[in-house]
């Protein structure tokens, strides 16, 4: 399983949804947070909404997964 972390927490060219996600994993920096508690931290009800806000920011730098 790989670990994510944060490259660039800066909120430069993200949406307002990517830097509130961004802004909870900077917060929580150093915990293992679950789908689940982003989840619950942002009301959602499936966990596929979490993933793809995830997947964006890895897309555009901010996170990177290590091995």
């Not at 996600?21 to 989840?39: D, E, K």
């Not at 596929?48 to 990177?64: C, D, T, Y």
């Amino acid at each position: 399983m790989a670990t994510t972390y944060i490259v660039d927490s800066s909120p430069d060219g993200l949406t307002s949804l990517q830097a509130g996600s961004l802004a909870f994993l900077v917060a929580n920096a150093g915990r293992s947070i679950t789908i689940r508690q982003m989840m619950n931290a942002f009301g959602l009800k499936s966990p596929a909404p979490v993933l793809s806000r995830l997947n964006h920011l890895k897309e555009k730098g901010k996170l990177r997964d290590v091995a």
